[in-house]
């Protein structure tokens, strides 16, 4: 009970005064007393989430004989619902026959409305209650002299699941039916009277329980969730052998596919009566981890029309019910919503997580390679492996760097939530901020049946684990999926956008990757390609997240997103062009597959490799481009607040913040790229010089020093200028385009050059000698003998000479790819 006076010091805490009595049998039912102790967490701490579609790790016998307690405890759930529903049709045939009275208490039109399918509801579990009797019947009267197990019943529950669709025609009258029954309570005392005081028989000394009108509407609602969950019990205690196994399987899949049906198409399901009269209703579930001080947990979260409610589900496992215990709750008026930034993870948490996702690909290789085993062996090792796998999965999942969403609420009271998708938090994000619009004040929430009704409403049945989704082998990637981010148009106005892409499947490896943070621009242009290592992913998610500052601080929002899913036959081997649309924005991408065996996660490298001190085309090998970012990041900065800079380029930053600038691109990119809008100018173009300047190998090959001075000196204008263009092209891929890149970027200088008094014989003084270099002399080596008297002469000269041409090529910044037609995705906005 020290549970249940949590939830009442909570509610005080909140100003509101608690006044009504719970019952003993729902406080026993929702706040049940834990009977397990708690140890110190060990790595593998699942904060008891259980897996109801895993067979438990015990004998076929004993689950044979849990078996048939689920079994009977079914039966005896299906009488009581069939008397409730025989109350509720008990006044159909008066209300019928005043319905043609001069003094009618329903029209006939509304008697048809209100107990719509009702009857047929009530012959369809008629059927299934008495065939399922007469199976169990002789195992029940045998079942204390060790008698023999009921014959097979997976039949029965896939000819009643068949017939699902009774329900679909109550489900969407049920608003209707509902309406009906409220307006005739107020308005007309005899139908009052009836409504208030059905009475049916419960329990085997038929004991009269009395229930409201609405009440028994709301019970084959109630019973279409709890037909999911039932199948979900009875599978969990039926053997991999039983032959009713896969008949169960298939009519827990054909159940489950109607209750997604109903959960996509249909809100009245999710109607909660308090007792104050209001409807409130649950707009979206899912598992989240609880950041609190005492460390991170699963929770099941539960998004209603006025509040959030945190709970633990519990139980659920070797026979017991599944419950929730009440953690927190938050009204949403006045809820203040604020994605933080990923906390980074400690040195041994990080090593933890290391050592996890090893275990996890090691679990996941034994998996793959049981098939070989016989079959009962089989069996045994496969369930044994599969526990273990979700148990490390879960692990990972609640202790693996998360992206949090802190939750404020006007009374003082706050919770961090943690996502290891920033796909998911946008959606939970989305979804409180459109219901605080909608809601201006919180009617105070009954804890105890708002909890209680939890385990009826739920619609996300586990944690978010790729080891309970069915394999698809065919289907799914396993290797490297690439992805070349090329640019983005339409923004309303110039802005500052990167591209987060997440993938599903194993998270064996890093599942999320982003571009480089773009610079104010109405079409931002990446041409960035990223790599991500793949085991059975199948979904690729996109978000085009835009950067602001806001008193004084960065802050990250998220523009839209979208999903593309992943077919590995049509990008095998080869680039397929995608166009995203989200909202008004339309980002262009090419993904490629390349199946092959996964390394383990230790081998993988996770640091970045430095920027500066290494040869260029190592470089822009590692990032996927012709034009390295540092050089397109610094230079679209100087284009956008330094071309009007008096003695840009020729007057440097200060040294301290060009070191700093130096040293957050060798170690983080994505700092770096934040840093940079905020760093001086000077400081901007000062990293650039330095850059070019600390390559191992100038920007024109040392070898074609020689033949430049030459050309240099041709009398000839147009011979000159064919020489010198030669020269050029012979140049290696990136080392052209970078140059080329930089050759108009100082064109665009110069032509403010009554502004910032940089003329282009200045810009060539300023780059000649970082970018031009004469071969080294090597001792004991012969080599071309260069008038060192003339070497910055020539060193100037040439990029002079570049700059003066009018008729320079293009830059080509991405390497080009193979890729075929283009096709759109299109979602309009962000996704729910």
């Known amino acids: 009970m020290d549970v249940y006076e949590e939830a009442l010091d909570y509610l005080r805490t909140c100003g509101i005064t608690v006044t009504a009595?719970?019952?003993?049998?729902?406080?026993?039912?929702?706040?049940?007393?834990?009977?397990?102790?708690?140890?110190?967490?060990?790595?593998?701490?699942?904060?008891?989430?259980?897996?109801?579609?895993?067979?438990?790790?015990?004998?076929p016998e004993m689950m044979l004989e849990r078996r048939l307690v689920v079994l009977t405890s079914i039966l005896t759930s299906e009488e009581l619902y069939l008397s409730e529903l025989e109350t509720l049709l008990t006044p159909m045939k008066a209300l019928?026959?005043?319905?043609?009275?001069?003094?009618?208490?329903?029209?006939?039109?509304?008697?048809?409305?209100?107990?719509?399918?009702?009857?047929?509801?009530?012959?369809?579990?008629?059927?299934?209650?008495?065939?399922?009797?007469?199976?169990?019947?002789?195992?029940q009267g045998q079942e204390t002299q060790g008698g023999t197990q009921p014959p097979p019943v997976g039949d029965l529950f896939l000819r009643m699941v068949s017939q699902l669709g009774v329900y679909r025609g109550f489900i969407d009258n049920y608003e209707s039916a509902v309406e009906i029954v409220r307006k005739c309570t107020q308005t007309d005392q005899r139908f009052r009277t009836l409504a208030e005081s059905m009475m049916s028989c419960k329990g085997s000394d038929n004991s009269k329980t009395t229930y409201t009108f609405e009440a028994l509407l709301y019970k084959p609602l109630d019973r279409v969730t709890k037909t999911t969950l039932?199948?979900?019990?009875?599978?969990?205690?039926?053997?991999?052998?039983?032959?009713?196994?896969?008949?169960?399987?298939?009519a827990l899949r054909i159940s489950s596919s109607f209750l997604s049906g109903v959960n996509e198409e249909s809100q009245c399901k999710r109607a909660v009566t308090l007792s104050t009269g209001m409807r409130r209703q649950l707009i979206r579930d899912g598992f989240v981890v609880d950041i609190c001080e005492g460390g991170q947990s699963m929770r099941h979260l539960f998004l209603y029309t006025d509040l959030l409610l945190c709970a633990k589900l519990k139980g659920g496992s070797a026979g017991k019910q599944a419950y929730y215990r009440f953690s927190w709750y938050l009204p949403l008026a006045g809820l203040r919503v604020h994605w933080a930034q990923e906390q980074e993870l400690s040195a041994d948490l990080q090593f933890r997580?290391?050592?996890?996702?090893?275990?996890?690909?090691?679990?996941?290789?034994?998996?793959?390679?049981?098939?070989?085993?016989?079959?009962?062996?089989?069996?045994?090792?496969?369930?044994?492996?599969?526990?273990?796998?979700?148990?490390?999965?879960?692990?990972?999942?609640?202790?693996?760097?998360?992206?949090?969403?802190?939750?404020?609420?006007?009374?003082?009271k706050s919770h961090t939530l943690g996502f290891s998708s920033m796909y998911?938090?946008?959606?939970?994000?989305?979804?409180?901020?459109?219901?605080?619009?909608?809601?201006?004040?919180?009617?105070?929430?009954?804890?105890?049946?708002?909890?209680?009704?939890?385990?009826?409403?739920r619609m996300t049945q586990h944690p978010h684990l790729q080891s309970l989704v069915p394999a698809s082998a065919d289907q799914a990637l396993c290797g490297t999926l690439s992805v070349a981010v090329h640019s983005a148009c339409g923004l309303e106005q110039p802005a500052s956008l990167y591209i987060c892409l997440e993938v599903d499947g194993y998270r064996f490896y890093d599942n999320r990757a982003q571009t480089h943070p773009s610079l104010s621009s109405p079409t931002p242009q990446w041409d960035e390609e990223l790599s991500?290592?793949?085991?059975?992913?199948?979904?690729?998610?996109?978000?085009?997240?835009?950067?602001?500052?806001?008193?004084?601080?960065?802050?990250?929002?998220?523009?839209?997103?979208?999903?593309?899913?992943?077919?590995?036959?049509?990008?095998?081997?080869?680039?397929?062009?995608?166009?995203?649309?989200?909202?008004?924005?339309?980002?262009?991408?090419?993904?490629?597959?390349?199946?092959?065996?996964?390394?383990?996660?230790?081998?993988?490298?996770?640091?970045?490799?430095?920027?500066?001190?290494?040869?260029?085309?190592?470089?822009?090998?590692?990032?996927?481009?012709?034009?390295?970012?540092?050089?397109?990041s610094c230079i679209k900065d100087v284009e956008l607040r330094g071309l009007e800079e008096v003695g840009i380029y020729r007057i440097s930053g200060a040294a301290s913040d060009i070191q700093s600038l130096k040293s957050s691109f060798d170690t983080n990119l994505r700092e770096a790229m934040s840093r940079l809008r905020s760093m001086d100018v000077n400081a901007v173009s000062g990293v650039l010089k330095l850059f070019f300047r600390e390559l191992p190998e100038p920007l024109i090959p040392r070898?074609?020093?020689?033949?430049?001075?030459?050309?240099?000196?041709i009398p000839d204008l147009s011979s000159?200028?064919?020489?010198?263009?030669?020269?050029?092209?012979?140049?290696?891929?990136?080392?052209?385009?970078?140059?080329?890149?930089?050759?108009?970027?100082?064109?665009r200088v110069s032509e403010k050059q009554e502004i910032n008094k940089m003329t282009l014989m200045n810009l060539a003084t300023v780059f000649g000698p970082s970018l031009v270099r004469p071969p080294e002399v090597v001792l004991g080596q012969c080599g071309p003998q260069v008038d060192i008297s003339q070497e910055v002469v020539v060193q100037v000269q040439v990029l002079y000479f570049y700059l003066q041409c009018s008729s320079l090529p293009a830059p080509i910044t991405a390497v080009p790819l193979d890729t075929e037609e283009e096709e759109e995705i299109t979602t309009g906005g962000s996704l729910h």
């Open 353 to 412: 997580v290391s050592t996890m996702r090893d275990k996890m690909f090691q679990l996941r290789h034994e998996l793959r390679q049981q098939g070989s085993c016989s079959k009962a062996q089989w069996s045994r090792t496969l369930e044994r492996s599969r526990r273990k796998l979700q148990q490390v999965e879960l692990w990972l999942l609640t202790h693996s760097p998360l992206l949090s969403l802190e939750l404020h609420s006007p009374n003082g």
């Open 532 to 632: 991500l290592e793949v085991d059975d992913a199948q979904c690729l998610r996109v978000l085009c997240v835009m950067q602001e500052c806001e008193k004084s601080r960065q802050v990250d929002r998220i523009q839209g997103r979208s999903s593309i899913q992943l077919d590995p036959t049509t990008m095998l081997m080869k680039w397929k062009k995608y166009m995203v649309s989200m909202n008004q924005i339309e980002v262009h991408l090419s993904l490629k597959y390349s199946p092959h065996p996964l390394v383990p996660p230790s081998q993988v490298p996770v640091q970045q490799q430095p920027v500066f001190n290494i040869p260029i085309g190592v470089l822009a090998q590692q990032e996927g481009v012709l034009v390295p970012h540092i050089v397109r």
């Open 96 to 139: 019928k026959a005043t319905a043609g009275t001069s003094q009618p208490v329903l029209s006939t039109q509304q008697v048809r409305t209100v107990f719509f399918q009702v009857p047929e509801l009530r012959d369809l579990h008629k059927e299934f209650y008495t065939t399922l009797r007469a199976r169990l019947e002789p195992a």
């Open 21 to 59: 009595e719970m019952e003993p049998d729902l406080l026993d039912d929702v706040f049940e007393v834990e009977t397990e102790v708690d140890f110190a967490p060990s790595p593998l701490h699942t904060d008891s989430i259980d897996f109801p579609d895993t067979p438990t790790d015990c004998g």
């Open 424 to 457: 998911e938090l946008e959606g939970w994000r989305e979804a409180i901020e459109k219901l605080k619009g909608e809601n201006l004040e919180t009617v105070p929430p009954d804890l105890l049946t708002l909890t209680s009704s939890c385990a009826k409403l």
């Open 720 to 747: 000159k200028m064919q020489s010198m263009c030669s020269i050029l092209q012979a140049c290696p891929d990136v080392n052209r385009n970078t140059f080329l890149f930089l050759l108009h970027h100082l064109r």
């Open 230 to 250: 039932v199948l979900h019990d009875l599978l969990k205690h039926t053997p991999l052998n039983h032959q009713d196994h896969a008949v169960l399987q298939e």
């Open 703 to 713: 070898e074609q020093f020689q033949s430049l001075s030459d050309a240099l000196a």
